[in-house]
C-alpha cells in the first residue's frame, strides 16, 4: 500500500489527508478565504500525527479542478512545492470526482450522482457519476461549465442523488428525477485519497511539472 497525501482548496472547504497503511487521517475545515494559511500547517501536523516525513511518502495527490480559480492556484503551487522538493510524483484528482466521492458514501452501487459546483457568472460545473461495486464512483460524461439551465440528465439509473454547491441553482436546474439532493456537501481530500490510491495502481502518478489546473473556463482572469 503506498503511503500518499492528499491536498484540496478547490471549493469553499480545504483539506488534507494522508494514507498510511490501511489508516486514513484527515484535517477539514471550511474557510473561504484561509486556504493559504491552513494547507500547510495541515499538513505539518498529519505528518506528525504518523511520524512521517514528505520523504517517506510516495506521491502528493491534489484536486485539480474545476473549481475556485484561488483556490486552486493555492492547492496546486503549494503541491508543487512539496513534491519538488522531496522529488515526488503527483496524481491530479478531478474535484468534481472527489465530490461526487464525498456524497457516495452513503448509497448503494449503481447509484448515478450528479456532482455540480457553483461556477459563479451564472453557471455551474457539472459531471454524471456512478458509484461502483467496489465504492470508487467513475465518470459517466465530460466534464462541463454551463448555465444551470443547460444541466441534462444523462442517466437512467433506479436510484440518482444530486450533490454540490451547484445546487444553489436548484429550481433552474430541474430535479432530474433525483432522490435526494445536497447542496451542502463540499469535496474532501479523504475523497482524493480513495480515487488517487485507484490511479496509482492503474500507473496513472505523473512527473510534478504536470501538477497542473483544470479551470473549463476559456478565460481566467
Request: include cysteine; hydrophobic fraction near 50%; charged fraction near 25%.
Given at each position: 500500500?503506498?503511503?500518499?497525501?492528499?491536498?484540496?482548496?478547490?471549493?469553499?472547504?480545504?483539506?488534507?489527508?494522508?494514507?498510511?497503511?490501511?489508516?486514513?487521517?484527515?484535517?477539514?475545515?471550511?474557510?473561504?478565504?484561509?486556504?493559504?494559511?491552513?494547507?500547510?500547517?495541515?499538513?505539518?501536523?498529519?505528518?506528525?500525527?504518523?511520524?512521517?516525513?514528505?520523504?517517506?511518502?510516495?506521491?502528493?495527490?491534489?484536486?485539480?479542478?474545476?473549481?475556485?480559480?484561488?483556490?486552486?492556484?493555492?492547492?496546486?503551487?503549494?503541491?508543487?512545492g512539496l513534491a519538488f522538493g522531496a522529488q515526488l510524483p503527483v496524481i491530479p484528482v478531478s474535484t468534481?470526482?472527489?465530490?461526487?466521492?464525498?456524497?457516495?458514501?452513503?448509497?448503494?452501487?449503481?447509484?448515478?450522482?450528479?456532482?455540480?459546483?457553483?461556477?459563479?457568472?451564472?453557471?455551474?460545473?457539472?459531471?454524471?457519476?456512478?458509484?461502483?461495486?467496489?465504492?470508487?464512483?467513475r465518470s459517466i460524461n465530460d466534464e462541463q461549465l454551463t448555465a444551470p439551465e443547460q444541466v441534462h440528465s444523462q442517466s437512467d439509473a433506479v436510484h440518482r442523488i444530486g450533490v454540490g454547491s451547484g445546487w444553489c441553482y436548484r429550481p433552474r436546474l430541474g430535479d432530474a428525477g433525483l432522490a435526494t439532493i445536497d447542496a451542502t456537501v463540499l469535496p474532501r481530500a479523504s475523497a482524493v485519497i480513495a480515487l488517487a490510491l485507484s490511479i496509482w495502481s492503474a500507473g496513472g502518478a505523473v512527473d510534478v511539472e504536470q501538477a497542473l489546473p483544470v479551470y473549463l473556463r476559456d478565460k481566467v482572469v
Open positions: 500500500m503506498p503511503r500518499l497525501l492528499a491536498l484540496d482548496s478547490s471549493t469553499e472547504a480545504c483539506s488534507v489527508a494522508l494514507l498510511d497503511g490501511d489508516v486514513v487521517i484527515e484535517r477539514y475545515v471550511e474557510a473561504p478565504r484561509e486556504h493559504m494559511l491552513r494547507l500547510l500547517p495541515m499538513v505539518d501536523e498529519l505528518l506528525a500525527e504518523r511520524g512521517l516525513t514528505l520523504r517517506d511518502l510516495d506521491a502528493i495527490a491534489f484536486a485539480r479542478g474545476p473549481g475556485s480559480f484561488t483556490g486552486l492556484r493555492i492547492c496546486i503551487g503549494v503541491v508543487q468534481l470526482a472527489a465530490l461526487a466521492q464525498t456524497g457516495a458514501h452513503r448509497v448503494p452501487a449503481g447509484t448515478h450522482i450528479l456532482s455540480a459546483i457553483d461556477a459563479r457568472m451564472d453557471e455551474v460545473y457539472w459531471g454524471w457519476f456512478e458509484k461502483q461495486a467496489d465504492g470508487l464512483v
